[in-house]
């Protein structure tokens, strides 16, 4: 078995619209980044590379590549799957914290589970994402941006 951990942050852009966990979240900006800024499926790719020994995203989707303007994040995530399964390992689980003031996560999160897994070739029952609150603390609590830290773990030998 392998852990590894990711964790991503972005700050809110009004241009833009909400993508977290491959789902439209309407009525909030969205985030800042060259992909479409999904922070959640950038934190969980993270974590599921990192795992395997693989780097993290930008190493392999690298931001300034015009390839990965706008890319769907799990589409990237999907890649990244792929590229962890060549090496002889499978995700088993991915537990996940999306740290915001203003976004509320519970209502949104099954449809990000259900679309996380799917990526990761996994059951929804696998995903575990919640939300939390600064506590109006820092740039978060300011609600400037939102961070989110993953945990991936993988299962399998390196090939």
Do not use: C
Not at 11 to 28: A, K, M, N, S, V
């Amino acid at each position: 078995m392998r852990v590894g951990v990711g964790y991503d942050s972005h700050r809110f852009d009004p241009e833009r619209r909400l993508i977290l966990g491959g789902i439209h979240i309407p009525g909030q900006p969205g985030l800042a980044g060259f992909s479409d800024g999904d922070a959640l499926a950038h934190a969980v790719t993270d974590a599921v590379l990192g795992a395997a020994g693989h780097g993290d995203i930008g190493r392999h989707f690298s931001p300034g590549d015009e390839r990965w303007r706008d890319a769907d994040s799990v589409e990237l995530l999907r890649s990244a799957v792929e590229m962890v399964q060549d090496s002889g390992f499978h995700v088993s689980n991915v537990d996940a914290v999306v740290i915001s003031e203003r976004i509320r996560i519970s209502p949104v999160a099954d449809g990000m589970r259900e679309r996380l897994a799917a990526a990761m070739g996994v059951a929804r029952s696998a995903v575990s994402i919640k939300g939390k609150s600064n506590e109006g603390l820092g740039w978060i609590g300011a609600d400037e941006g939102l961070a989110v830290h993953a945990v991936a773990l993988l299962e399998g030998r390196p090939s």
